[in-house]
């Protein structure tokens, strides 16, 4: 695999905003990506963009790989009468690391910089300087006097705002916004290229989800539209091998892509996937026939567009197969070039290997 082209295309990826319900430019240039690479592509009403890289087998077995084309955003609720914007999430943003954070406003009239407002230091009492400030007291300062001056600009109640673009390369590590999703949207057509090179015996489709970091809705339409025996959901995993982490799981970068266990929200919801056991067995053996190293992830607090897909038509056989990543949800997260290199090989070999499997799915493991 051609590493700068990989990475020209997940930094042309992640400069393109997607927040979550408005990934129409990422839509676009997701479909165009899948016309060059996949002999049928389709477009459903929700946004999501779906490839058949074999073409349709009648009988053969289905599989799908999906990631998401949204990011973790905000969207102005209020808009002052002094011209400073107020927001609210779209999406798991996390409060602490936003004052100061420079942002952009998607406007009608094109991208507005904007600055998270953050009190002075000078003023700031002993009293406040260890308090996390909640998203109700946020506010934008982007140069506006008036709120007249704001709605002149394109700034309405609705307007989306998302981390400002952001991507470098240091050594082997990737910096970005919105890594959480688009680097598993690369891996993901990287892998199909792959494929589309190899005899697969079965029909094999990539699609681009939407919604994914506001309820893992868009995947639900595209599932039930397929009907696959197998899913590999190809995201991000978190890392913890920062100062602040290492007592919670050994989950590092450049130690290789990182097949799930067990992942669990716990915040609010019960959603998570404990996988498919022959699809997990396929890329733990997909790993060594590659001779690369995998990690194992069990991480509350984790989930992904998988859990709502186990549960559709009569199960289907799922995993979460993913790539480590620091600072998730953040404006800027790191993964490592060297993983990704490793993570598109896996992600196409273990397809290879699991549709050479007696046993598919867990059905299969009790009937046998």
Not at 2 to 17: A, C, H, R, S
Not at 184 to 205: N, R, V
Not at 270 to 286: F, H, K, T, W, Y
Request: glycine share 10%.
């Amino acid at each position: 695999m051609n590493m700068k082209e990989t990475l020209d295309l997940l930094e042309k990826f992640t400069g393109i905003p997607s927040p979550s319900g408005n990934e129409m430019g990422l839509a676009r240039e997701v479909y165009k990506q899948m016309k060059t690479l996949c002999k049928e592509v389709e477009v459903d009403n929700l946004g999501n963009v779906m490839g058949c890289i074999t073409g349709r087998k009648p009988g053969a077995k289905r599989v799908l790989l999906s990631a998401h084309m949204d990011e973790v955003s905000f969207m102005v609720h209020k808009i002052q009468p002094d011209g400073f914007i107020k927001i609210t999430r779209n999406g798991g943003i996390p409060e602490k690391n936003l004052l100061g954070l420079v942002v952009e406003l998607m406007t009608d009239k094109g991208s507005i910089l904007g600055l998270i407002g953050t009190r002075s230091h000078h003023l700031t009492g002993m009293d406040q300087r260890y308090v996390v400030v909640p998203m109700e007291d946020l506010y934008i300062d982007a140069g506006f006097t008036s709120a007249e001056e704001a709605a002149e600009a394109g700034v309405r109640v609705g307007t989306p705002v998302v981390y400002k673009r952001t991507f470098f390369i240091n050594g082997s590590r990737i910096f970005s916004n919105a890594l959480d999703d688009r680097i598993g949207l690369t891996s993901m057509i990287q892998a199909g290229k792959l494929m589309a090179e190899m005899d697969i015996p079965a029909e094999i489709w990539i699609a681009g989800s939407v919604q994914e970091e506001w309820s893992l809705r868009g995947i639900l339409p595209i599932v039930r539209y397929l009907q696959p025996d197998a899913h590999l959901c190809c995201d991000m995993y978190p890392a913890t091998d920062t100062p602040d982490l290492l007592e919670k799981a050994d989950l590092a970068l450049g130690k290789g892509p990182v097949v799930s266990e067990y992942n669990f929200h716990g915040r609010g919801t019960l959603m998570g996937l404990i996988p498919d056991p022959v699809l997990r067995n396929s890329a733990i053996e997909a790993a060594a026939l590659l001779g690369f190293p995998v990690q194992r992830g069990v991480l509350i607090g984790v989930l992904t567009e998988a859990s709502y897909v186990q549960t559709e038509g009569r199960g289907v056989a799922t995993l979460d197969i993913a790539i480590p990543a620091r600072y998730s949800h953040s404006g800027i997260e790191s993964s490592d070039v060297n993983d990704l290199d490793q993570y598109i090989q896996l992600i196409a070999k273990t397809v290879e290997v699991w549709l050479q499997k007696p046993v598919q799915n867990r059905r299969d493991l009790i009937l046998q």
